[in-house]
């Protein structure tokens, strides 16, 4: 066989060597720069052997260091992965998904913090997402709206999907190499038809490659809608504490007759004017770098950041213990005033009952139930309303 090659070698002249090497797009690293600025980190699961993808990885900005890369194939026993390099295997990273729970559960979370899965499939593609969301990450996939069933299975397992449209951007472009054989029997609105059916379980959808840009913009609308509504709903829970701690001081008033809080008002305030002001902070821009402030992941034993509890332990404090206190000490100013000027009778009975401090001290009081006690009430809600408005 060596004598075969070697007798038609003599009649051959090397006249050059052809290849081809798969590259990432240009708008991947811009991308990558912006979810990782945003907090956001970028997994990149690649169908690929490790050595394959740690060249393209590397070239679209991911660590492929110590322990940045993981094999989902299932190693069976006694089995070597030749493709994984030699850290990988030093290391001893696990491979395949049931090495990666026990990893999880036995060792540390070095699973969950890399940045690449190699050798992966639909179904250890699935069960990494599910991984990541047993354990409180928010999963957010992109890939192509006109994916196979297998990657619709997988946008399904995730959060939020987003779609990304290139076939029928590139053939508007004329810059389709792979679209030559269907571009003149499919038009724009077939296109679109195929597009709306593989794409419905997207929550976005972006137009050609350039629009992947939009992506972090994407993210950083999201937090704010967050920011806002987290900001709308603390304004109706601080209303509600000042309302009852208003209610709590009323028993602790020094005038004599306890102060009344009229229900239907009280009612109104709650059901209807605290929710339309919290539901108009919820459309609201809070913070312009809202994108920089990332949210605590979905564990059920950690619903608030250390910090996120203390601002909102102080703020309740602060937001509603001084409208309380100023609306108590309203009551009693209106109260003495009002019986001053209209209840001249029953105040003069007490003899020196001149001003509102010694009028709301008048014993004759006591069982009083006119108009002024709710008119004094009604100021007290209506100073409530003023302080939640400002």
């Known amino acids: 066989r060596i004598h075969v090659v070697s007798f038609f070698s003599k009649f051959m002249s090397f006249q050059g060597m052809l290849g081809s090497s798969i590259r990432p797009r240009r708008e991947t690293e811009s991308l990558l720069e912006q979810c990782n600025s945003a907090g956001i980190r970028f997994v990149f699961f690649s169908p690929?052997?490790?050595?394959?993808?740690?060249?393209?990885?590397?070239?679209?900005?991911?660590?492929?260091?110590?322990?940045?890369?993981?094999?989902?194939?299932?190693?069976?026993?006694?089995?070597?992965?030749?493709?994984?390099?030699t850290w990988d295997k030093k290391a001893k990273l696990p491979h395949g998904v049931q090495e990666v729970k026990t990893h999880l559960d036995e060792v540390d979370n070095v699973p969950l913090l890399v940045s690449l899965f190699t050798d992966v499939t639909c179904e250890t593609s699935k069960a990494m997402l599910r991984i990541f969301r047993e354990y409180g990450d928010t999963v957010s996939v992109v890939g192509l709206v006109s994916s196979t069933i297998q990657g619709l299975d997988i946008k399904k397992s995730a959060d939020l999907a987003i779609g990304v449209n290139l076939i029928s951007v590139e053939m508007a472009e004329n810059n389709c190499p792979y679209c030559h054989n269907f571009a003149s029997a499919m038009t724009r609105e077939d296109l679109q038809l195929?597009?709306?059916?593989?794409?419905?379980?997207?929550?976005?959808?972006?137009?050609?490659?350039?629009?992947?840009?939009?992506?972090?913009?994407?993210?950083?609308?999201?937090?704010?809608?967050?920011?806002a509504i987290y900001s709308g709903a603390l304004f109706v829970l601080t209303g509600c504490v000042s309302l009852a701690l208003v209610l709590v001081f009323a028993p602790c008033s020094v005038a004599v007759c306890i102060p009344f809080i009229p229900p239907l008002e009280s009612m109104i305030l709650l059901v209807f004017f605290l929710p339309v002001l919290g539901f108009s902070l919820a459309f609201s821009d809070v913070y312009e770098d809202a994108i920089k402030r990332t949210p605590a992941k979905n564990e059920s034993n950690d619903v608030f950041l250390p910090y996120e509890k203390r601002h909102i332990y102080i703020h309740n404090a602060v937001r509603s213990i001084f409208p309380a206190f100023g609306a108590s000490f309203l009551y009693l100013i209106a109260l003495g005033d009002l019986l001053l000027n209209f209840e001249v009778a029953i105040i003069d009975e007490c003899g020196s009952a001149k001003t509102w401090s010694s009028a709301i001290l008048c014993t004759n009081i006591r069982e009083y139930d006119g108009g002024i006690r709710s008119s004094a009430s009604a100021l007290v809600l209506s100073e409530l309303a003023l302080c939640f408005v400002v």
């Open 48 to 85: 690929r052997n490790m050595r394959r993808t740690k060249e393209l990885a590397s070239q679209m900005g991911i660590d492929v260091s110590w322990n940045s890369a993981i094999s989902l194939r299932e190693l069976n026993d006694g089995e070597v992965d030749f493709y994984s390099p």
């Open 194 to 227: 195929v597009r709306c059916i593989s794409s419905n379980v997207c929550a976005f959808q972006v137009e050609g490659p350039k629009a992947m840009m939009k992506l972090a913009e994407i993210v950083g609308a999201g937090r704010e809608s967050l920011e």
